[in-house]
């Protein structure tokens, strides 16, 4: 049986925001780099599946943050796999602060696709590379919710460009997120309060794409789609504050 | 007499590129860092000058390249500061691999501005604080060169946002950069060529500003400059490849 492993860091200052403060787009990051680095200690990561054609790829997540952290501080991320059914693998985050307290839960939904075709393929695969791969602790949060398309009362264009894309030519995950945070307004990222951010990624951003960002606020709810030119959905998001 | 320090880093993938290998923008931000963290070791960081209204500035900067590392590679950076004039600081870096070879240099110029008044002061209230900061290392590279305005092919528009921001809520330094190389081709990202950044920082940018972007390329060089919405220029830089 597997245990949660920790992974240690640090805020640095290209990670924080005008309040000092870790930005929702860099506490993703540092949670995607935990788990390629886990998948990657543990025989499961892109160095060995990216030979044999196949690509972790992030569905869903959910990310609850009680406060976001403080430039220079120190924080540990611990994580672990706690299921895996037939095509859907759910990767777990919890963040520590210096003093031990768990202020970040996590719950991350990835599949595992066959790069050349495009599909996904059956993650009985990676039983040959790692039989001991779950770890029974639950998750630590509520699973990332399905989200549904809703009006929204504004938009914004953003053309793909360079400093957007990753490896693959596709925006990268996190990008998304500050896509969408750039249209909140000022007064709501200075409260830096307790929230929760669901996001569900549908289809892939490319380079040269002119991307459709509407949003609407509702009290403590701020919901958000992005559409890729051909108006096709590619990205929905809640973030509620507590 | 002071001595050349050492501080050490790894690419995470959230500082690279689609060709896997850091951005020019991150690898800018490990220098800037390093800055800030030997500053604050020494004596004479942020920590303290702030409470004292006092506030380094980038003024000027060049960094030479001979390639940008690939992701997870693992490099150290070199610092010290070379010389203070009256009102101009000069930090040198030389970034080494893992093999103990040099293959990134860098020359920046600051100054220190009472951060109330928005004037630069005297570097000689440094000398309070640190009587032993100057190594006589000479600088690494040519120092930044002085840029003049010039003709310019192309242009986009960029309204600040709350990404692009600082705690002082002016464009973040090496976002400026970010914003110029989004303007090149992307074959010229792809071939990873040596190359040469100067860059001067005329005038901040604030939140909501609209920026013109104007560049041209002429071979192997590329212009730009970068005015606020008031047509005031705020930003110059070159890039060279060899």
Redesign the interface.
């Known amino acids: 049986m597997a245990e949660k492993t920790r992974y240690d860091y640090r805020v640095?200052?290209?990670n924080?925001?005008?309040?000092?403060h870790s930005?929702m787009?860099?506490l993703g990051?540092y949670l995607?780099?935990t788990a390629?680095d886990d998948a990657q200690s543990k025989g499961f990561g892109v160095d060995v599946l990216g030979p044999k054609n196949r690509l972790w790829v992030l569905m869903r997540m959910a990310m609850e943050f009680d406060n976001r952290p403080e430039q220079y501080s120190r924080f540990g991320v611990n994580t672990w796999v706690s299921e895996n059914n037939r095509i859907v693998s759910t990767r777990n985050f919890e963040v520590i602060d210096g003093c031990g307290n768990v202020f970040g839960r996590s719950v991350s939904q990835w599949c595992l696709i066959d790069s050349v075709r495009r599909t996904p393929v059956s993650l009985e695969e990676l039983y040959d590379l790692n039989r001991d791969m779950l770890c029974t602790e639950p998750e630590p949060c509520p699973s990332p919710r399905k989200l549904l398309s809703c009006d929204h009362d504004g938009s914004s264009i953003h053309k793909v460009?360079?400093?957007d894309?990753?490896?693959n030519?596709h925006v990268?995950t996190?990008r998304y997120i500050?896509m969408m945070?750039?249209l909140?307004p000022?007064e709501v990222?200075r409260q830096n309060r307790p929230f929760r951010l669901d996001v569900n990624f549908l289809h892939e951003c490319l380079?040269g794409d002119e991307l459709s960002i509407s949003y609407s606020m509702d009290c403590d709810l701020a919901s958000f789609e992005i559409r890729n030119g051909s108006g096709v959905t590619a990205v929905r998001a809640t973030i509620e504050w507590k």
């Not at 924080?16 to 000092?20: K, P």
């Open positions: 640095e200052p290209q924080v925001d005008c309040t000092l930005t787009e860099s990051n995607l780099n390629g460009v360079y400093s894309i990753d490896f030519g990268n996190m500050t945070t750039d909140l000022l990222h380079y």
